[in-house]
């Protein structure tokens, strides 16, 4: 028997980004296991990833191959050759391109996160024909344009530095299920004496392992953000020093800051307004006695109508206190931005003949159903699906079914799985998993470079995104040298070598390691140098009041709350928002049968005194609806969901349900303030017993 180890990554959507061990035998993949070397994984995966291989062996894997022979949604297909599938995609989209080719759109997210079976020959292609562009926006746009604002780049606070934090507020994140690695650094840092503050709508895993947990209502982040500038200015708990030297516009967020008084903040926020002042005055003063103070604020504030505003807000504060003169100081979204990506090189947007029109995801239902116009140019007729399940991931679900249901709209998916939007397809194609094919990773939880070497063969006749659409290309008689490129060839021009970064950048030597850190310095901003055009943390922004948006943080009120839609709420009391599970990543895994188990079924978590109105007992069936659909949980009666809040933990692949839905039938399309992203936890529903 032949045994090999296998250095590999982690794909999925999620900060941490592991570096994997794979054990193979005789080629087979016997053991994923996390890498112990690597300082953030430290030989630690998350339950799911644990199971690697039961997903790449899984009975129910998409092998060879697939044509529609039922109607759409029916899942009803047959086998053919993929000579046969490449030619009929090829002919159906040169046929289509010949009147219009931004009648064609891709779709895709994160389903891997690498480089090269993401957007690189993928994207190569699409440039090509003059395809419709795809704005990707459906997880973290809001936020990530708020703090660009703000702070400059996606740049923050170091994961490995959180062990040394003194106080870490854990703000809009239930990183035990989605976070892990941080997670372990933040316990460390308790075990060091450091104190936990969870600010969260629901009392999650996380909440209830931190010393304080402050249920704010969803959506009123920035008002609290607010206050605590308010408390931290009245009582001057500041740093001028890294005020006057690092800053732009405090004097204006001075005075935006004078009308969120704790009381205002209070009744904002649905908290007391002693939370409003402890919380200020804990992180202002544990600044003030030189003490690092730490936020990790994630994707739950953003996914509202104000949620660019509100990670604006939460991204002021560290400024304020100096927070980023430590390197165990400051706040971390997403450490993104460190990465000198060559995307030019990657996905050659000079192959574009024209400067085609740009769909955004999180409106897919709204946009598959409209007819041409000169507004909206060409209506959508053909959709190639990779990298994502947007019949179960999108908003407003039920016009998403109905788009993908149009018999005159050709539909290709790539995948593993026979998911719910594979259902939908025309034509399906076998995709490899992270262990069949080469890729190179960025993260956005660290700072670390990753490899993906194959550890395995495919599957069957399953091929790389790369694959397919090289096979795309050249069917389509695409002749530019870039679609010859191997994955290797791919890979190696993946990070920048003129960026002071990723200089060091070699992708034989990161294949042989594994693993590579970026070039950063430890406390990225603590003699300031943010990468906005000032130089500095900008309180005020010019460039969006050249955008037509306030220049100063300010509180966006939700779409639907009880606060700011009254009449809507007469009918739709309940505010709900639907957080993942632990045990599923957006709609992957759902089909693992041991991860499935543990979850059972889908829940809804609702407060005793919401059930009780309702007649609903503990373990009864409950229907969850508003105007734009509805869906059945099993209740869960429990104070972790405070009062007037619901939480159905997500996103069940919708076939597996026992009313073939799930939480997305009653999301909506609405956008942000800005980033043009969803609105998944701006929702309002009813709830009756079933």
């Not at 529609?68 to 050759?81: T, Y």
């Not at 939908?424 to 990773?441: F, G, S």
């Not at 409950?622 to 659909?629: A, Y």
Request: neutral net charge; proline residues 6%; contains cysteine.
């Amino acid at each position: 028997m032949t045994t090999t180890i296998v250095r590999a990554a982690c794909p999925h959507d999620c900060p941490d980004t592991c570096a994997l061990l794979v054990t193979v035998e005789d080629g087979v993949a016997r053991e994923v296991k996390g890498d112990p070397e690597h300082p953030t994984t430290k030989g630690v995966l998350c339950t799911k990833v644990a199971r690697y291989t039961e997903r790449t062996y899984h009975r129910d894997r998409l092998q060879f191959p697939l044509r529609r022979v039922g109607k759409k949604g029916e899942g009803k297909f047959e086998r053919i050759s993929w000579d046969e599938a490449i030619s009929t995609i090829a002919a159906r989209l040169t046929a289509i391109a010949a009147v219009d080719p931004q009648a064609i759109l891709p779709y895709s997210y994160a389903g891997t996160m690498g480089l090269v079976q993401g957007e690189s020959m993928a994207a190569r292609f699409f440039h090509k024909l003059g395809a419709s562009l795809l704005d990707r926006t459906i997880c973290a746009t809001a936020g990530a344009t708020g703090y660009r604002y703000t702070i400059g780049a996606s740049i923050g606070t170091d994961i490995e530095q959180f062990d040394n934090s003194k106080l870490i507020l854990i703000w809009g994140g239930n990183p035990i299920a989605s976070n892990l690695h941080f997670w372990m650094r933040a316990q460390e840092a308790k075990r060091r004496g450091a104190r936990l503050i969870a600010i969260d709508p629901y009392r999650s895993l996380t909440a209830e392992k931190c010393h304080q947990h402050i249920a704010v209502l969803p959506g009123t982040d920035a008002a609290l953000a607010l206050g605590m500038m308010h408390v931290l200015i009245a009582e001057d708990l500041l740093d001028h020093d890294y005020i006057a030297a690092h800053t732009l516009g405090f004097a204006q967020l001075k005075a935006r800051a004078a009308e969120w008084t704790p009381e205002r903040t209070a009744a904002t926020c649905g908290i007391s307004v002693e939370e409003v002042l402890g919380l200020a005055r804990e992180y202002g003063q544990t600044a003030r006695r030189g003490e690092a103070v730490a936020i990790r604020v994630n994707y739950g504030v953003q996914r509202v109508h104000g949620g660019g505003n509100a990670v604006r807000a939460i991204a002021c504060l560290p400024a304020l206190v100096g927070a980023w003169r430590h390197a165990a100081g400051g706040i971390q979204l997403s450490a993104s931005g460190g990465f000198a990506k060559n995307e030019a090189a990657l996905q050659r947007a000079d192959l574009l003949p024209n400067s085609p029109r740009t769909i955004n995801m999180s409106t897919i239902g709204d946009d598959l159903l409209r007819p041409a116009s000169p507004d909206f140019g060409p209506q959508i007729q053909a959709l190639i699906v990779y990298n994502a399940n947007p019949v179960a991931v999108a908003p407003e679900s039920p016009k998403v079914a109905q788009g993908f249901a149009r018999e005159d709209l050709f539909t290709v998916v790539l995948e593993h799985f026979q998911t719910d939007t594979a259902d939908y397809a025309d034509i399906v194609l076998p995709a490899t998993t992270q262990l069949e094919h080469v890729d190179v990773h960025s993260a956005y939880g660290h700072n670390y470079m990753l490899a993906n070497n194959a550890a395995i063969a495919p599957l069957g006749e399953a091929k790389p995104n790369t694959e397919v659409f090289r096979l795309l290309a050249a069917a389509m008689g695409f002749d530019d040298p870039c679609f010859r490129e191997t994955d290797d060839q791919i890979a190696a021009q993946a990070f920048r070598k003129d960026h002071e970064r990723t200089i060091h950048f070699d992708w034989d030597a990161l294949k042989r390691k594994g693993w590579q850190k970026l070039a950063m310095p430890a406390a990225p901003f603590a003699e300031g140098n943010f990468p906005t055009p000032s130089g500095k943390c900008e309180f005020y922004s010019a460039r969006m009041l050249e955008a037509g948006l306030d220049p100063l943080p300010t509180h966006v009120p939700n779409y639907e709350s009880v606060a700011s839609n009254p009449a809507l709420a007469a009918k739709y009391p309940l505010a709900m928002i639907s957080p993942p599970q632990r045990n599923f990543l957006n709609s992957t895994f759902v089909n693992v049968e041991s991860l499935r188990a543990t979850e059972g079924e889908p829940h809804l978590d609702i407060h005793p005194h919401d059930a009780a109105a309702r007649g609903v007992a503990d373990g009864e069936m409950v229907r969850i609806f508003n105007d734009r659909g509805a869906f059945v949980a099993r209740a869960r009666v429990t104070d972790k969901a405070r009062p007037g809040l619901v939480v159905g933990l997500s996103v069940w692949w919708k076939k597996l349900a026992s009313d073939g839905k799930n939480a997305n039938e009653v999301t909506s399309q609405r956008l942000t303030d800005m980033g043009r992203a969803p609105t998944f936890y701006d929702t309002l529903v009813q709830v009756e017993k079933v």
